[in-house]
């Protein structure tokens, strides 16, 4: 006897889309997670003490422990060390569990369930048809169905405006650049940002309605807290931006099929030889992260949707198969960030406004998309977190020691630190920020493996490799001057390129590739009924839009494709 | 380990007055800017961002040792490396000097003018030091010691414009016990009014989907 037809290995933007979809054809599933489960009733303190160990009933979500963890708070919520979001496990007097970068930079995942998605920004674009048809092993047009349900399912819409939008699509008309209304983008242009986030609140601008009513209902306030923890909403399955923890954790739960259990770190998956189908999974061992204990759980199939990082990891651990992709191919979209900073007066003749109110709206609401070299977004972070990704996280070194070269269109080029550092940081409600996404090309040699020596209590720790192509940086330096063009032709005074470190790993994708590791079903093709539903599975980092979107489509399609063969 | 540096108090006033000269560098008190408000004036130092740069590394790793895992402090090493990386630009003959020089013997980080402690760091990202002569574990790791000095940047400015000097009292306290004592000083830095249950600040619509019948359109 099995424990369940699948066992779902992580929780976030793609084992969560796998649970509901599985759950929903009656599959039985059992989902382990690494981390917390916050806004559960099974667990009221879930970084204090070790609570329940499954939770199965839609029942158990509770908005009041949900709106008590989720404080809106940078430091609380978004340190990477210590805080509520971090890749650790729950109990938060521990230390994050550690990856090795031999590179500046930082890996921006979450354990927990709901995973990254519960600080993503909820970007949510289709891939560029240009990066898939030709190039991976299925078509565009195959995934079209399963965009459509997840962009239903989530659901997706447009992006409001917001001041920082506003003063966005002024400078993106001033270069030139049209408006794009359209999913599916196949020629530059700028367009709202499909968004993973409840259209708002239809009262929001209607003054009988305290902001405290407004935020214990349906639909989006503005809050600004997108990637601080959103608390916009009446009940956890109503939370305005739509994290799995909010969509389709709440709708696997309803299934009545799917079973939940956090705090349990994956460590091996389990195998046996059938004389058939030959080397297949059979399972999972885990470790329970507050009391170390280890168990082991069976399945007829069992879905990896660790991460990018992880899933090769386990792989690695699990003592599976060689497969020289495995790990390989690591994208990232190798990012950059530019700001300007803004004159009251020229806002003023701009918008009316005195301000940019960075900390208004979506995070990021509206993007440049251009297809072939990538795409840069309005992305505007409370203070900490700008503060350190405009001033103090760059690949190039310090501004005053290494200055632009004359004629550049920034003027800042890397770190501001001393007097001119705080003397920036006061105009920070004038400054508007963008998110470069670079189209990123697919070497083999950007990869994940396992240290040879350090170990954690998971195992052998996860060592990242990123280095970027001549290509990707040409096109990551011309994806710099677009944007730093319609900053300056929106009246930007002052103007920085940040040059990101090369691995700040937000968009992790193709450790597992199609076509290498996985079959076009998304199974392994040297473990039978292991099938992988993370980004980890993209054939590339599908031309630079956001990847979670794909992953949520692909796992669709993957539930469909485990189910028909194995349980039909 | 430095020879000057053995007792327990010895390794928290090294570590503490380093990385007090490292907030500084990178956020430093103002006097002149108070004319924009007396909250610009104040640096890291005042907001005590020196202890969240200290508390953060010492909560950063823990690795298995032998059977089981053990918390790896990094403060101290790390204290070490910025002040191996001084030392060599001392010794290279072009440093200058903070005024405060010699009231903070051993810890040649610290003596520096705060420009030089950035060239230091500077110094030690480009790997122009002499790697054998780093403390462990950056020792002949300039993979390891780029990713730090980068980390210590962004540290400063996170610890000082995030809520964390807040904590006030409870600041070093694990996480989960902290509690907020008065507004966020960085933040008035910033003009950032604070956490919000929303904002009446919608302003339209360009495009909007409309899904019906299985299907969706765009207007």
Request: proline content about 7%; some cysteine; hydrophobic content about 35%.
């Amino acid at each position: 006897m099995y424990d369940a037809d699948v066992i779902v290995i992580g929780s976030g933007g793609g084992g969560a889309v796998a649970a509901k979809e599985l759950g929903e054809v009656g599959l039985k599933v059992l989902v382990l997670e690494a981390g917390p489960f916050y806004g559960n009733s099974k667990w009221r303190n879930p970084n204090i003490e070790r609570g329940g160990e499954w939770s199965s009933s839609f029942d158990d979500l509770d908005i009041g422990t949900y709106k008590r963890i989720y404080s809106r708070y940078e430091n609380d919520m978004n340190d990477v060390v210590s805080g509520a979001f971090r890749f650790g496990p729950a109990d938060r007097s521990r230390t994050p569990w550690h990856r090795v970068m031999r590179q500046k930079g930082d890996i921006w995942q979450l354990a927990g369930v709901g995973g990254t998605t519960q600080h993503y920004w909820a970007q949510s674009p289709r891939a560029f048809p240009s990066a898939v048809d030709g190039v991976w092993p299925i078509s565009y047009s195959e995934l079209i169905p399963y965009y459509e349900k997840a962009e239903a399912t989530l659901p997706v819409q447009f992006a409001p405006t917001t001041p920082k939008e506003e003063l966005f699509y002024y400078g993106a008309k001033k270069a030139g650049w049209s408006l794009l209304p359209t999913l599916d983008v196949t020629t530059p242009g700028y367009r709202p940002n499909p968004n993973a986030i409840l259209r708002t609140n239809e009262r929001l601008m209607d003054p009988n309605y305290s902001m405290e009513q407004l935020n214990n209902m349906e639909g989006c306030t503005l809050q600004g807290h997108c990637v601080n923890g959103c608390t916009s909403g009446p009940t956890v399955d109503k939370i305005a931006k739509r994290g799995t923890l909010v969509s389709y954790i709440p709708l696997a739960l309803k299934t009545g099929n799917v079973a939940i259990r956090p705090n349990s770190f994956t460590i091996k998956i389990i195998t046996d030889r059938d004389p058939k189908e030959g080397l297949r999974a059979a399972g999972v061992r885990f470790r329970d992260t507050w009391t170390g204990e280890v168990g082991e759980l069976t399945a007829r199939a069992v879905v990896l949707a660790a991460g990018c990082i992880e899933s090769p990891r386990l792989w690695f651990n699990s003592e599976l198969p060689y497969n020289y992709w495995v790990g390989r191919g690591l994208t990232n979209h190798c990012f950059d960030w530019v700001g300007g900073v803004f004159d009251e007066k020229d806002l003023m003749s701009i918008m009316g406004l005195p301000a940019v109110y960075p900390y208004m709206g979506h995070t990021s609401g509206a993007r440049v998309d251009i297809p072939g070299i990538g795409i840069f977004q309005v992305s505007c972070l409370s203070p900490g977190l700008m503060s350190f990704l405009t001033y103090g996280f760059s690949e190039a070194g310090y501004d005053a020691l290494n200055p632009p070269e004359p004629g550049a269109p920034w003027n800042v080029r890397g770190r501001t630190v001393g007097p001119a550092l705080k003397e920036l940081m006061m105009n920070y409600s004038r400054t508007m920020t963008y998110l470069l996404l670079t189209d990123d090309e697919t070497l083999a040699r950007n990869r994940v493996e396992v240290d040879p020596i350090l170990k954690d209590e998971n195992g052998p720790i996860p060592v990242v490799h990123y280095v970027p192509s001549a290509k990707t940086l040409q096109r990551r330096d011309r994806l710099a001057r677009y944007a730093c063009e319609t900053l300056k032709l929106a009246g930007a005074k002052t103007i920085i390129r940040s040059d990101t470190p090369f691995s700040f790993m937000l968009h992790l994708e193709s450790t597992m590739r199609m076509g290498h590791v996985v079959d076009t079903n998304c199974e392994a093709y040297q473990v039978k009924r292991l099938f992988i539903a993370d980004n980890s599975v993209h054939y590339n980092g599908i031309g630079g839009p956001n990847p979670t979107l794909t992953t949520q489509a692909l796992a669709t399609r993957t539930s469909e494709k485990l189910a028909q063969l194995y349980f039909s | 380990m430095n020879p000057a540096v053995s007792s327990p108090a010895d390794v928290y006033s090294y570590t503490i007055a380093t990385y007090r000269a490292l907030a500084e560098a990178i956020v430093p008190i103002t006097p002149a800017m108070a004319e924009y408000g007396a909250e610009q004036a104040a640096g890291a130092v005042q907001l005590h961002v020196h202890e969240y740069i200290i508390w953060e590394l010492d909560h950063s790793l823990t690795l298995v040792m032998g059977f089981y895992p053990e918390v790896v402090p990094l403060a101290y090493p790390t204290a070490a490396l910025l002040n191996s990386g001084a030392s060599q630009m001392i010794a290279s003959g072009n440093a200058q000097f903070a005024p405060s020089n010699g009231t903070v013997p051993h810890v040649p980080f610290a003596a520096l003018s705060p420009a030089d402690r950035v060239r230091t760091l500077s110094r030690l990202e480009r790997l122009e030091v002499d790697l054998r002569a780093l403390p462990p574990p950056y020792r002949n790791d300039g993979g390891l010691v780029k990713f730090i000095v980068d980390y210590l940047n962004r540290a400063v400015m996170f610890g000082n414009y995030s809520e964390w000097p807040a904590y006030g009292t409870t600041r070093l306290e694990t996480p989960t016990r902290r509690r907020l004592e008065g507004f966020p000083v960085g933040w008035k830095q910033a003009g950032y009014p604070g956490v919000s249950l929303g904002y009446r600040a919608l302003r339209g619509y360009p495009l909007t989907i409309i899904r019906e019948d299985g299907g969706y359109t765009i207007v």
